[in-house]
């Protein structure tokens, strides 16, 4: 048995997903993986059995674009159940193509950008104002970035010293129509979120460890800033031919692609065997 | 109107400490009070209203009852779409303010002016519209944007105009208030400013009945399907765009289920292109008392009803 949140499990529920949906948006969703995973695993505090308890932590996916990986994470919970995972995008069901808040486990409806990051804010405001110790990851794209809303949510979090606000940007590098820097280069970022008012770092966004050291040192710190990190992400890490392939953002898989893909991601039980 | 939305809502502060005001860096001295009395629950969310709505759907879905202020041309219509997917989307308790709206402000152009927010948060589902008439309505619609059903828009134009009522009218959600009775063919359906100009105008359609809309949507259709019923003619007026605002929604009713003559008065498919105070602007864009006059009765001539009687001094008065 592996640990919970297996990023390669988790992967391989986001091809699944696609793959049965016959959907696009999956290089976003893979990004994403190893961030999600850490903070499922270590730091959100939920009640297993309620994923509306109101003393719980939240992941506000302010990316809505990835929502596979999160889906693949209230999965590993066991607040989505294998049949729904398989009706990812289809007629009737609640499994929408971007974060809907209507999914419990799901904290914002998110997908026009620069929404969800202003409502954590929100979250966080609401429990320093209540004197709880909830705390509010919110895990924001590069791209998104661009939304000038989602500075002035910065700005917000930092002039609220909301230190139980953790702003993490999914630095992949590309958006919808290109790379990051020749959309609209946002760099440096981590200088702007320290210029926002944010205690920040940087980090490999594919390196559990790392990730946990980063999330360990902020969340402990005593300084009152909000906390910020600079995630740096392949988009679609993982699969070969994804990685750093933009047209990939907008591409299904078909039978030949997803088997390629998921011959690229051996369970890790069956490596171990 | 505003000494009784300042009054209400510091009562309401007070009584349930879950509520908070938010402002985008605007009413300095309505709220005065506010700050004075409730300093704790007042949050400047500075010059970023896209922001100050989201924050706001986090402070409701965190237990909080936000109560976000704002000039009507940029709360509701700069941050239309948080309103819609932030708040509406999950129905949450979430008041918002609009402040001189309609062409309140004259002088300072198209970008302070708001002839389009009825219309546009119509058409969002779970979002209620609520359009005093004077501090009495005032009151009553803060009770009602109170209670914890979702969002509410609480739509406050010119509010200098002087009261209509002589106690806060009971009505609930939907419900329209009778201001003038009357049985003849000529029925009045006004919101907000233009509740004092019905009244003004229709003092030359005897008999004619005055109903004030302080409820925009919802609204009672049953109510208004009997109104068209009892009527030759319907006017409706309102200091917002003859397009999609309560001019539209009667319309609506009417054509589904009390066919009639509905004569919609409000400003015409057009911006203010010239600089001028609330007097000037409201004749230039035919909504003030002579003008409304001119057009009802152009229109009930079509109508087939009788002229208006010529009362001494009238004209001179409007």
Avoid at chain 1, 17 to 22: D, E, I, L, V
Avoid at chain 1, 175 to 195: F, H, N, R, W, Y
Avoid at chain 1, 239 to 266: G, K, V
Avoid at chain 2, 161 to 179: E, K, M, N, R, S
């Amino acid at each position: 048995m592996t640990q919970r949140f297996d990023s390669t499990r988790i992967r391989r529920t986001i091809l699944d997903m696609a793959y049965a949906g016959s959907t696009v948006h999956i290089p976003c969703a893979l990004s994403i993986v190893e961030i999600l995973a850490v903070l499922y695993r270590s730091y959100l505090r939920l009640d297993a059995r309620d994923p509306r308890s109101p003393t719980r932590d939240y992941l506000v996916l302010s990316k809505g674009h990835g929502v596979m990986a999160q889906y693949a994470c209230l999965h590993e919970l066991g607040w989505l159940s294998d049949g729904e995972m398989q009706t990812y995008f289809s007629d009737g069901t609640r499994m929408k193509g971007l974060s809907d808040a209507h999914v419990p486990g799901l904290e914002v409806s998110s997908g026009s950008l620069g929404h969800g990051l202003s409502v954590g804010v929100g979250l966080a405001l609401a429990a320093k104002r209540r004197g709880t110790s909830q705390r509010v990851f919110a895990v924001v794209g590069d791209g998104e970035a661009n939304e000038g809303a989602v500075w002035e949510a910065l700005m917000f979090a930092s002039h609220a010293w909301l230190n139980n606000l953790v702003v993490i940007l999914d630095a992949n590098g590309l958006q919808a129509m290109g790379s990051t820097t020749e959309v609209m280069d946002m760099e440096p970022l981590i200088e702007k979120l320290t210029a926002f008012g944010f205690e920040s770092r940087e980090v490999d966004g594919h390196d559990e460890s790392a990730l946990c050291r980063t999330l360990d040192e902020l969340l402990a710190s005593p300084d009152p800033r909000p906390k910020g990190i600079v995630a740096r992400t392949v988009k679609g890490k993982g699969i070969s031919f994804m990685e750093h392939n933009n047209t990939w953002h907008y591409t299904r898989l078909n039978a030949e692609t997803y088997a390629a893909a998921m011959a690229e991601l051996t369970p890790r039980e069956a490596a171990a065997a | 109107m505003r000494d009784a939305f300042s009054h209400n809502l510091v009562q309401a502060a007070v009584a349930d400490p879950r509520l908070l005001l938010l402002t985008g860096d605007h009413g300095y001295a309505l709220f005065d009070e506010f700050r004075r009395v409730c300093p704790g629950q007042y949050i400047n969310g500075g010059v970023a209203e896209q922001n100050m709505v989201g924050v706001a759907a986090g402070l409701a879905k965190g237990g909080f009852r936000p109560v976000v202020y704002g000039l009507s041309a940029f709360v509701p219509i700069r941050v239309l779409e948080q309103i819609k997917l932030d708040v509406c989307y999950e129905q949450l308790p979430v008041v918002f303010v609009g402040d001189g709206a309609g062409v309140v402000y004259g002088q300072l152009g198209s970008s302070h002016q708001s002839t389009e927010d009825i219309a546009a948060l119509r058409a969002l589902p779970n979002m209620a519209i609520l359009s005093p008439a004077d501090a009495y309505e005032m009151t009553t619609c803060l009770k009602l944007a109170f209670e914890p059903t979702g969002p509410v828009y609480l739509r406050m134009g010119k509010a200098d105009l002087g009261t209509i009522h002589t106690a806060p009218p009971l009505f609930d959600w939907g419900g329209l208030c009778q201001v003038r009775a009357g049985a003849g063919p000529v029925a009045w359906i006004a919101t907000g400013s233009m509740v004092t100009t019905a009244l003004t105008v229709a003092g030359d359609w005897p008999d004619s009945a005055v109903w004030s809309a302080p409820c925009i949507k919802p609204l009672d259709a049953k109510q208004v399907a009997a109104i068209c019923r009892q009527h030759t003619a319907v006017i409706v007026l309102e200091e917002h765009s003859v397009y999609g605002g309560l001019g539209s929604a009667v319309a609506e009713i009417a054509a589904a289920t009390a066919p009639t003559w509905i004569c919609r008065i409000g400003i015409a498919d057009r911006f203010s292109e010239r600089c001028g105070s609330y007097a000037y602007l409201t004749r230039e864009h035919g909504i003030d008392a002579p003008s409304v006059r001119m057009q009802v009765e152009r229109f009930l001539e079509r109508a087939g009803c009788a002229p208006p009687v010529q009362q001494v001094g009238s004209r001179q008065a409007a």
